[in-house]
C-alpha cells in the first residue's frame, strides 16, 4: 500500500513534468513557427531598417472571390475555369484568360458583384478563328481586343464586336532566329497601337510591332549574367569540348510585363542568382524606358526584391519570384511573388508600403497565384491551381497610406502630414509616416521636431538638411556668449600680460631709484 | 616580585611604543611607495604621448628603459575597448548604423578583447622562437600602447560627429581612417622596437602571427567542442540511467 502511494506521487511527479515539457516543447514549437522562414506568422507586414519584418495591420482585406460556380459557368457552358494564366482590367470590365479551356471571360463589375457578360471563344472572319492556349489578353481603349494565341504562333487583334483585324506573328526578319516558333506569351500594347509581346525562347527582350503590324525590332534585353569567377573559369580552365557541352552565357527572359500609364514598360524577371538580389544586380522589377533601359526609381535602402531574407530548404525556399505585376495610377507598384503566394506594394520611390499573403487554401491565401491586376485601388489575385480570383480591397490603414502619398505628390504637405499620422496611429511601425510628416514640419522651419522624425524614420539625407538649418540657427541664437567666451579667452590672458608687465616695470623703476 | 612585574610592564610598554613606532614607519613608508608609484604611472600614462609622436625612441624606451607601466597598459586597453562602445552607442546615427537594440556591450568588448589578447600570445609564441627580445608583458605593454590614438581621436570624433551633418561625414570618416592608419603604424614600429628587429622581418613576422592566432584560435575551438562532446556524453549517460531507473 505505501510503495503504491510512493508510486502514485512518482507518476504525478513524471505527469507533472510532462505537462511542463508540453508546455515549454509548444513554447518552443511557436518559437519555431516563427523563426521557420524567418517571418512572423502575422500576415501583413513591412521591413524596418534592420531588414527584420515588422507585423503590420492588413492594408488589404478580401471582398470577394470570383470561381466558376459566382460566375455560373458550370450551368452556361458546362466547364469550369481550367488553369487560367493571366487577368486584364479595363474600366470596370475584367478579363480572364481561361488559358486550357481556350477562351476568354468577359465579365462586367458592378459593385461587390462580378457578371459574365460573354465568352469569347472565336472571332469573325479569320482564317483560324478559334484559340489555342491564349496566354494572355489585352484591351485598349477603343475596345480591341489581343489575344497571345501561343500554340497558334500569332498574336491576334480584334475589334470589340469580335471581327479579326489582324495577327502578329513570326518575324521575318533576320534578327529573329528563324528556327524558333513564335511563342508569346504576355502582350502589352501602348496608346499609338504599338505591340509588345514576350516570347517564350526569345531571350533578346519584348518583340516590338507597330501599329500596321510589321515588326520593328526587340526592346530591354536582359543583361547577360556572369561572375568573375565564372568567366575566369570558363575561358581558362576548360577545355573547348568542355566549354561546347556547357551552357552559353546567354541573357534571360521576363517573366512578365505591365504598361503603366504614362507608357512605361515593368517587366519582371525570375531568373538570376540570389546573391545579385541584394547588391542590386539582378534587378527583379524594371521600368523600361521606349529605349529598354530599366529607370525604375529606387530611393530606399533596399532595392524592391520582395522579400529581404528567405530560408533555405523549405518548400518555399529562396527568393521572392515575381510572376506578374501590376502599376495603379498613383505610381504604386504592387508586385506578385508566385514563391510564397505574397503582394509587395511599392511606392514611385522604390519604398516598401506593405506585403501581404501567405500559401494555403483559406480565403486571401494563394496556392498557385499567377496573375495580378488592379481595379482602382482594389487588387485582383488569379490563381492557377484553385481557378479563382481573389479580389481584394483596401482597408482604412491601406488607404490612408494611399491618400497619403497621393496628397505628397500632389503638393500638398500639410495634409500628408497629417495622413501619416493618422497611419501612425494605427502602425507606430512605419518609416514613411516618421518621414512624410518629417518633411512636412521641416517645410514649417522647426527643424528640431523634424530632425526627431527623421531620426525615426532612419532617413539620413533628410536629417543632415534639417540638421544644418538646426545648427545655423542655434548658431546665430548663440553667437553673442561665444564671442564673449571667444573674446574672453584672447582678451584676459593679454590684460593679465599687460598688467604683469606693467608691475614688472613699475618694480624695476623702484629698484632702480633704491638704487640710485 | 613587584620589580619584576614593573619590569615587565615597562618591556610591555616599551614594546608597545616601539610597535606603534613600526607601524608609523610602515605606513609612512607604504604611503611613500605608494606616492611613488602613482608618480610613476602618472608618468607613465603621460609618456604615450612620446610614444605616439616619438615610436622609434618611444617604443625602445618604453620596454628596455622601463618608461612604461603594466598598469597604464591595463588602462589604454580598457580605454580602447570602452572607445568602442561609446563609439557604437552615441555618433551620430548618420555616420554608423549599429543596431543598438541588438548589441551586447560585454560581448562588443570581447571581440575586441579576444583577438588582442590572441594576436599578443601568438606573436610571443612565434617571435620567442626566432630571437625575438619581447617578453609577452613586454609585447602585451607596447601593443596597449599603439592603441592611444585611437582612443585619443575616435573619442572625441563620436561626440563631434553629433555636431555634423551627412554632407561633412567626409571629415569624420578621414579622422576615423587616420587614427587606424596611425594605430598601425605604432603597431608595426612597436613590434620593431621590442623585438629589436629589421623592419622586412617585422612585416614577415605580422604575417606569421596572423598565421599563429589561427592555429591558436583551430586548437580553442577544437578543445571546447571535444569538451562540450564528452560533457554531452555524460549528461546523456545519466539520462538514460535515471531514465531506465524510473
Known amino acids: 500500500m505505501k510503495r503504491e502511494n510512493g508510486r502514485d506521487i512518482r507518476v504525478k511527479g513524471i505527469k507533472l513534468a510532462l505537462c511542463a515539457l508540453l508546455i515549454l516543447a509548444l513554447l518552443a514549437a511557436e518559437g519555431l513557427a516563427m523563426a521557420d522562414d524567418g517571418f512572423s506568422t502575422s500576415y501583413t507586414y513591412t521591413y524596418d531598417y534592420w531588414e527584420d519584418p515588422q507585423e503590420s495591420p492588413d492594408a488589404y482585406r478580401v471582398a470577394v472571390m470570383i470561381d466558376s460556380n459566382t460566375l455560373g459557368l458550370e450551368n452556361l457552358e458546362n466547364t469550369r475555369i481550367n488553369r487560367a494564366q493571366s487577368l486584364y482590367v479595363r474600366g470596370d470590365m475584367l478579363y480572364i484568360c481561361d488559358t486550357y479551356n481556350n477562351r476568354i471571360l468577359e465579365i462586367r463589375r458592378k459593385g461587390e458583384t462580378f457578371s459574365l457578360i460573354r465568352v469569347i471563344r472565336e472571332m469573325a472572319g479569320a482564317e483560324i478563328n478559334t484559340f489555342d492556349m491564349p496566354y494572355d489578353v489585352f484591351v485598349d481603349a477603343d475596345g480591341n481586343i489581343y489575344v497571345a494565341d501561343f500554340n497558334h504562333y500569332r498574336v491576334t487583334m480584334m475589334d470589340k464586336n469580335l471581327n479579326w483585324v489582324r495577327d502578329y506573328t513570326k518575324p521575318a526578319d533576320a534578327t529573329f532566329d528563324q528556327s524558333l516558333n513564335f511563342l508569346p506569351k504576355k502582350l502589352v500594347v501602348d496608346v499609338a497601337g504599338r505591340v509588345y509581346a514576350l516570347c517564350q525562347n526569345v531571350n533578346k527582350g519584348l518583340v516590338k510591332y507597330e501599329a500596321d503590324g510589321s515588326f520593328s525590332g526587340f526592346i530591354g534585353a536582359n543583361e547577360v549574367s556572369i561572375t568573375m569567377g565564372e568567366y575566369i573559369w570558363k575561358r581558362y580552365f576548360q577545355t573547348k569540348e568542355q566549354r561546347a557541352q556547357t551552357a552559353n552565357f546567354v541573357p534571360t527572359e521576363y517573366e512578365n510585363c505591365y504598361i503603366d500609364e504614362e507608357g512605361f514598360i515593368y517587366a519582371t524577371n525570375t531568373v538570376f542568382s540570389e546573391y545579385d538580389l541584394k547588391w542590386d544586380n539582378a534587378k527583379p522589377i524594371r521600368r523600361l524606358n521606349s529605349l529598354g533601359k530599366d529607370i525604375l526609381i529606387k530611393n530606399d535602402r533596399y532595392p524592391p526584391i520582395g522579400d529581404l531574407n528567405w530560408s533555405e530548404g523549405s518548400d518555399s525556399a529562396g527568393p521572392s519570384k515575381f510572376t506578374d505585376i501590376t502599376v495603379m495610377d498613383n505610381d504604386i507598384y504592387v508586385a506578385l511573388d508566385r514563391n510564397r503566394g505574397r503582394l509587395f506594394g511599392y511606392d514611385s520611390q522604390g519604398v516598401l508600403l506593405w506585403a501581404f499573403g501567405t500559401k494555403g487554401n483559406v480565403e486571401g491565401a494563394f496556392t498557385g497565384a499567377i496573375s495580378v491586376e488592379h481595379m482602382g485601388k482594389d487588387l485582383l489575385v488569379l490563381d492557377q491551381l484553385k481557378n479563382s480570383v481573389t479580389v481584394f480591397e483596401t482597408t482604412e490603414y491601406g488607404q490612408t497610406i494611399y491618400e497619403a502619398t497621393e496628397a505628397y505628390l500632389r503638393g500638398e504637405y500639410d495634409e500628408s502630414a497629417d495622413l501619416w499620422r493618422d497611419v501612425l496611429r494605427m502602425n507606430a511601425n512605419y518609416p514613411l509616416a516618421f518621414r512624410g510628416i518629417g518633411r512636412a514640419i521641416l517645410r514649417q522651419n522647426r527643424y528640431e521636431e523634424a530632425m526627431d522624425y527623421f531620426e525615426l524614420a532612419h532617413d539620413v539625407d533628410n536629417y543632415g538638411r534639417a540638421y544644418k538649418l538646426y545648427r545655423k540657427e542655434w548658431v546665430e541664437k548663440n553667437v553673442w556668449w561665444m564671442m564673449l567666451i571667444l573674446a574672453a579667452v584672447l582678451i584676459i590672458p593679454l590684460a593679465i600680460g599687460r598688467v604683469r608687465k606693467m608691475k614688472w616695470e613699475v618694480s624695476e623703476h623702484e629698484r632702480s631709484k633704491i638704487r640710485k | ?246
Open chain 2, 1 to 246: 616580585m613587584s620589580a619584576a612585574r614593573s619590569a615587565n610592564k615597562t618591556a610591555e610598554t616599551l614594546t608597545k611604543q616601539e610597535l606603534e613606532a613600526q607601524k608609523r614607519a610602515r605606513r609612512a613608508e607604504l604611503k611613500e611607495r605608494h606616492v611613488a608609484w602613482r608618480k610613476k604611472y602618472f608618468a607613465s600614462l603621460k609618456y604615450s604621448f612620446y610614444v605616439m609622436s616619438h615610436p622609434f625612441d618611444g617604443f625602445w624606451d618604453l620596454v628596455h628603459e622601463q618608461r612604461g607601466t603594466l598598469a597604464a597598459a591595463h588602462t589604454f586597453l580598457i580605454l580602447f575597448l570602452l572607445t568602442r562602445v561609446i563609439k557604437l552607442m552615441c555618433t551620430s546615427f548618420q555616420f554608423i548604423s549599429a543596431p543598438i537594440q541588438y548589441i551586447n556591450v560585454f560581448e562588443e568588448m570581447g571581440s575586441l578583447l579576444l583577438p588582442f589578447l590572441i594576436l599578443c600570445l601568438a606573436n610571443w609564441a612565434m617571435t620567442t622562437l626566432f630571437d625575438g627580445k619581447g617578453r609577452f608583458k613586454d609585447i602585451y605593454m607596447g601593443m596597449c600602447y599603439a592603441m592611444v590614438p585611437y582612443v585619443l581621436i575616435q573619442l572625441p570624433m563620436t561626440f563631434i560627429s553629433n555636431m555634423l551633418s551627412v554632407d561633412e561625414g567626409s571629415l569624420y570618416s578621414v579622422m576615423l581612417s587616420f587614427s587606424v592608419i596611425w594605430c598601425l603604424f605604432l603597431v608595426f614600429v612597436g613590434l620593431m622596437e621590442i623585438h629589436d628587429y629589421g623592419p622586412g622581418k617585422t612585416f614577415i613576422f605580422l604575417i606569421v602571427t596572423v598565421v599563429g592566432a589561427s592555429v591558436i584560435l583551430f586548437l580553442m575551438l577544437t578543445f571546447f567542442s571535444l569538451l562540450s562532446d564528452a560533457a554531452s556524453y555524460f549528461v546523456s549517460l545519466y539520462r538514460e540511467t535515471i531514465f531506465r531507473l524510473n
